[in-house]
């Protein structure tokens, strides 16, 4: 990705141990400008989860604002999962698997939402929104 002067961008980090205890992982940023690095060391903590519902995670997701007509998601969830549920725009949910890709969109603001559900009695968990805009492609 390019920024132009004075632009700026935002990183999505999610943190998603596989494993008890502390884990440590950097995030380095490349600058055009001769011997300069910047980076940032992330931390976190792996724990037993304490869900009494199912939990998903998005892992993946496109950019607030892009010229693609196409996004795609990646998703993950905790050990009580079955399976997960989709929808775009407000469509009606529909299983779906990860990662999950829809094409053609139009120009303007989309919605996706996926919720996580349990194997023994179909509980959801709570829904996970992503809000996007798809800008006009520049003229040629």
């Known amino acids: ?9 935002t990183v999505d980090v ?9 884990h440590e ?6 600058d055009s400008a001769p011997e300069v690095q910047q980076s940032s060391v992330l931390e976190g903590e792996g724990v037993l989860p304490i869900l009494s519902r199912p939990r998903g995670f998005l892992v993946r997701h496109p950019a607030r604002r892009t010229r693609k007509r196409m996004a795609t998601f990646e998703f993950s969830g905790s050990s009580a999962v079955r399976g997960f549920e989709c929808r775009l725009d ?6 779906c698997e990860s990662p999950v890709s829809f094409y053609k969109l139009r120009t ?3 919605t996706f939402e996926t919720r996580a559900v349990e194997p023994a009695d179909g509980d959801s968990s709570e829904v996970i929104r992503y809000r996007w805009w798809r ?3 520049r003229p040629r």
């Open 108 to 110: 303007g603001q989309h």
């Open 25 to 30: 992982a950097s995030l380095q940023l490349l």
């Open 135 to 137: 800008v006009a492609s």
């Open 90 to 95: 407000a469509q009606p949910f529909s299983p």
């Open 14 to 22: 999610t943190f998603l141990p596989n494993a008890m205890g502390g």
């Open 1 to 9: 990705m390019i920024i132009p002067p004075r632009g700026s961008c």
